[in-house]
Structures are given as C-alpha cells and as structure tokens.
C-alpha cells in the first residue's frame, strides 16, 4: 500500500501550509508512539491507537486498537470501512480520506487539533495529587493494609482452629475461619470429613504425613515393597534410596478440585523407570520413560501346568521366538473364520470373533469361551445314528462312559437294539409287564458295556472329543482308559497392564489380532507395541493419543501389585 499523508498547518496570520509525505507498507499504524507511522503528538491518544489496512478492491478499513474505539463520520466505531470524503477523528486530530492523486493507493488530509487554552501537559500536571499530599502515605498505607489482612486472614482463623466453639461459629458466618486456608476444594473422596483438617493435617505447620493416609488406607497395598525386593536380593536398599524416601503426597495431592488426587503426567514413572540399571533392579525390569520413543516390546503372561497340575504364570516377550501357547486346544482360527462360511448342523453359516468371544461385564476383559453355549450349535455331541437328538454332556470321560453304558443298558432290557450284530435276546422287543430273566439281564448287560467302550472310543478318539482336544489311552481301568487333557487357555494375558476392550468399539478385531491367518491354536495372537503406536502416543503427542504411562498401569490394585513378577 502506498499512501499520500497531507498534514494541514494553520499559520498565525491567518494562513494554510501543508506537509506532504509518503508512507509504503501493509498497514498504517496511528498513535502517539514514536514508531507510529501517523504520529499524533496529543497525550489522549495512545503509544499504538489504530491502524489503516488495505482491503480488494481499493478499499480500506480502519481498526481501532482501544477499547474506546474512535470516530467515523461522527460515529463512535471499532473499525469501518473507509473510502474518499469519510472522516475519522481521533482525540480532536482529523483525518479526512480524500481522492488519492496518480500513483497512491490512498491519500489522508490531517488537521490538528485547534489550540486553545491551556496545554494539556499542564492541565494533567497541575490535576495531579500524590497520597501523601492527601495525608495517606505509602508507608502508612502498607501498614494498615498488613495488619487487617493478618487479624483477618490469620488471627480470627488461629482462633477458631485452638477454640473449638469460635471454630464453629465462625465456619457458618461471613467471618473468615479455617477454611479461608484453603489452597483449593477438596477431592470428592475426601469431602466426608469436610472441616476436620486435623484428620489430614495432624500437626499445625507441618507438611501431611504418610501416617495420616495410612490410618485410613492401611489396606491399600504399595507401588512397590522394598523389604521384599532387599529380602530376594535383587535391590540393596542403600541403591534405591527414592523408594524410602518418596511420601504419598509426592503422587497424591489434594486441594486440586473435586477429581481424584491423581497425577497423570509421564514424569510420575519416568523418574524411577527411566534408568533402573543404575539403581540396581533385576533386569527382569526393563527401563521405559516413553511409550512412544523408550518402551520395550510387550510380555504376555501364559500360565504352565507342571507335574503335579500346578499353574506357573511365566512372562515371555512377544518377540521371543519360542513363544507358544500350551493350551492343550486344536482350534485353527482360519478354519472357523473361512469368509466362505462353514456347513453347520444348523445351516450355513459365515463366524465371526463376537461368536464365540464376548465381552464381560466391566466391559474390559472376555467371557472364558464356554461350548454348552458357544460352541455346541456346531460341534453336537449325539453318539447314536438312532437317536440324533441324544446329546452326551461336555464333561469327565468316566461320566460320558457312565451315561452310555445306561443309555444302552436301558434299550438292551427294553428289547429296543436294532444292531442286526447284537445278541437275539436284546434285539426281541418284550411286552409292557414283561421282566427280563436273570441270563437275560446279563446278556444285556455285557452287550451295553461292550457297545459304550466302542462307542466312547469312536467319540475320544475320532469324531467329537479329538477334535478339539489331546486325548490319551491308558491300560488302565476301562472308566479311566481315556484322559482328555483339560483346556488350560490364558485368560488374562496382561495382568500388569489396564486395558478395555468397549474403549476401542470402534476398531475391527482384526486391527490387533491377527486370527484369520492363524492355523494353530499355539500362536499368541496378542497384538505388538507396534501395533499399539498406530494410535497412541506420549503425553506430549498431538497427532496421536496422547498416553501417559499411568494410561495402561495402574498402581495399588488389590492382589496385583505392579511388581509381582518380582516375588
């Protein structure tokens, strides 16, 4: 923008002078200051008062940078847009926007105020009263200003606080009591003993104590427990001094608002965690001070059976290359996700995971997969062409072998076999009423036995029970020949770790689980921290979900302290 600045000078006698200059810039800064490009020499108006700014189209709109804003064709404005033969004033000063003459963009005509009367310096001089001319000095003004602030704001209150009455009497009038100490509201967990301020702060003038959060949370269990870790040797406790010297209040503060005393920031963790070689700790623990940029890769917790049938949980890394599932299962996830579908005794039908894997209640973890519901409508359990709507149960061998020696004992006496290989005294149907001998009785007997051994093992070893789990055949007893190894699934891969499943709804199974190209139910599919990075960050993260540690761990759970690992 180039602009054509005319300042009009009226001379004693009667005549006009003018000034002209010329003023290129994006705007045109209006003001008292001296790096102003209109410089208006009158103490009302500011160091910085408006500014021109050239719009499309030739056109110009004036903003004002004071709240009281200035003229515009007589007009009190913010801003206007302006254009040839529009005034504006400002402080008496007028500038009138006049047709810009060849190469100028805009022209202003200037005409100073009209002197007369006093200067305004002087006026403002002589207006002036300092205090001590009013006969109230700074000094004197100090004083009495501390002294009601410290009977106020401290005496009355360290009254009521000794004199357990006044205390009372002073929490439901206007009058300031202990409460005026206040840095803030208290936690909504905390509001139950309200003006009690002994219960927190036991000793006045003293900082809060852990003994005073213990009387209250004394079942709440620690972060970490130093005499453990200094008893199995893996922390000296002269090399980990943080863990005696840390009070509850270094995480915990209140007087914040009504939230609960919490912090969530990265530092909490990354203190401590950031370089735990340094201190000493078992590299059972890896240092991490960033989800983002310092985190080692996920361990998933799988529970062993030994020997005796013991669970073991052991921690294996997810790029630890023997990392498998003993779970005793055959369930191929490919299989039964088959996006052609499957032919089921109930139809074709095409799986997906919410088939059989549902949430629980908390809405965090899943439902133990349970066959009587998830997975029967497929896998039938019927064990007699004769009978298809005969089921066994899904529970001990010694119980299927038991129902099948019945199932078949009872069509025996009944004369109801139609096996063209089965004895003639089991096949002949008998009246109503009418008993079967003793030889009979025997006969049918034998002949039940044997067809349960040889149906139950058709269901062990070949078209039900095989299926899905390992069996083995013993020589012993007949009811105990068949031992079917029990299902041993992890249900909780990361107990150390807070997780919720109804938190990512609007994600795909398959955006962390890799199932559908899984063929063996020893494969661990429990998404990678790569996988996790996707969407979640640091806490410093604006493109990404900003994660804190204090995000996925949690501390003082109930029997699952955040170093178990380490017992």
């Known amino acids: 923008m180039r602009a054509l600045i005319r300042t009009i000078t009226r001379k004693r006698k009667g ?3 003018h000034r002209d200059q010329t003023f290129e810039g994006d705007e045109l800064t209006i003001g008292r200051g001296t790096d102003q490009a209109l410089l208006l020499p009158d103490i009302r108006v500011s160091l910085a008062h408006a500014r021109i700014i050239a719009l499309a189209g030739k056109r110009f709109r004036v903003e004002s940078l004071v709240v009281a804003g200035i003229r515009v064709n007589d007009e009190r404005e913010q801003n206007a847009v302006v254009k040839p033969g529009d005034n504006i004033e400002i402080a008496g000063t007028r500038i009138q926007v006049i047709k810009a003459p060849k190469g100028y963009d805009l ?19 002589r207006s002036r009263m300092s205090l001590a001319e009013g006969g109230f000095g700074k000094r004197r ?7 009601i602030v410290f009977v106020v704001a401290f005496m009355i209150p360290l009254a009521g606080v000794f004199i357990a009455p006044l205390g009372g009497l002073l929490r439901g009038t206007p009058l300031p009591g202990d409460g005026a100490w206040e840095a803030g509201e208290l936690q909504a967990a905390h509001k139950f003993f309200g003006y009690r301020c002994e219960t927190c702060h036991q ?5 809060v104590r852990d003994a005073a959060c213990t009387a209250c949370h004394s079942t709440t269990p620690g972060h970490v427990d130093p005499v453990k870790l200094v008893a199995t040797g893996l922390v000296v406790s002269s090399s980990f001094p943080e863990l005696e010297t840390t009070r509850c209040a270094s ?5 914040n ?21 340094h201190n000493a700790v078992a590299s059972e623990l890896m240092d991490a001070s960033d989800f983002l940029d310092d985190h080692p890769q996920f361990k998933v917790t799988l529970t062993r059976y030994g020997f005796d049938g013991d669970a073991v949980e052991t921690r294996v890394g997810l790029d630890d290359p023997g990392l498998l599932e003993t779970s005793s299962l055959e369930f191929p996830h490919d299989a039964h996700l088959d996006a052609e579908g499957l032919d089921t005794p109930s139809g074709h039908r095409v799986l997906n995971c919410g088939d059989c894997h549902q949430l629980d209640a908390a809405g965090g973890l899943m439902l133990p997969v349970n066959f009587e519901t998830m997975c029967q409508d497929c896998h039938l ?3 007699d062409p004769t009978a298809p709507d005969r089921q066994l149960p899904h529970g001990k061998p010694e119980q299927v072998l038991f129902l099948l020696e019945e199932f078949y004992a009872g069509r025996a006496l009944r004369g109801e076999v139609q096996d063209p290989t089965a004895p003639e005294g089991v096949r002949t149907r008998r009246r109503p009423g009418q008993q079967p001998t003793r030889q009979e009785q025997q006969v049918a007997w034998g002949w039940a036995q044997q067809k349960a051994r040889r149906v139950g093992k058709d269901l062990f070893e070949g078209r039900a029970c095989g299926v899905c789990h390992e069996v083995t055949e013993t020589a012993g007893d007949v009811d105990t020949r068949w031992q079917v190894q029990p299902a041993r699934v992890t249900g909780n891969w990361f107990p150390g770790a807070f997780f919720r499943h109804n938190s990512h709804a609007s994600m795909a199974c398959g955006d962390c689980h890799d199932a559908r190209s899984s063929s063996a139910s020893t494969d661990v599919l429990m998404p990678g921290i790569d996988n996790c990075r996707d969407c979640h960050g640091n806490e ?13 761990h949690r501390y003082h759970v109930p029997g699952n302290p955040a170093m178990a690992a380490l017992d």
Do not use: K, M
């Not at 022209?107 to 009367?117: D, N, R």
């Not at 003004?141 to 002294?147: E, G, I, K, R, V």
């Open 203 to 207: 000793r006045p003038f003293q900082r």
């Open 381 to 383: 359990l019927n064990f």
């Open 15 to 17: 005549g006009v002078a």
């Open 251 to 255: 995480c915990h503060a209140d007087h």
């Open 141 to 147: 003004a100090s004083w009495a200003l501390f002294l």
């Open 107 to 125: 022209a202003l005509e200037i005409t100073p105020a009209a002197p007369g009367g006093e200067a305004t310096e002087d006026l403002v001089a």
């Open 257 to 277: 608002g009504s939230h609960p005393a919490l912090r969530y920031d990265q530092a909490l963790c990354a203190d401590c965690h950031s370089d735990l070689t």
């Open 540 to 552: 410093r993260s604006d493109n990404l979900l900003a994660s804190a540690c204090i995000t996925c």
